[in-house]
């Protein structure tokens, strides 16, 4: 995802300054780099990304939706400082998951 992006989706209805609901659900994305304009990631936005083994958060980077990665094959998550909400179930079933590092707000 591009630095500068503030909303990511495929029509005007979005969540927020942030990822459309849904919008890589279940697709094959390996990597994600989420830019420091994105603030949220909505729900469900990369739900079952089986291939999905990195995740790089920018600061900037306030909120993480119900379901936003669940059930994806990441592996290990740094959070930005900025993160202050962690909804439900965000991470869920993510089976390979080895390692979590919080920043300061999270």
Sequence with gaps: LNEGLEVLGRDQYVYGIGVERGIFLESAVEEINIPSTLQITSRDAFKNCKNLRKINFSEGLDEI???CFAGSGVEEIVFPDSLTDIS??????CANLRSIIFGKNS
């Design 65 to 67: 939706e119900d379901n």
């Design 88 to 93: 439900d179930n965000a991470f869920e079933g």
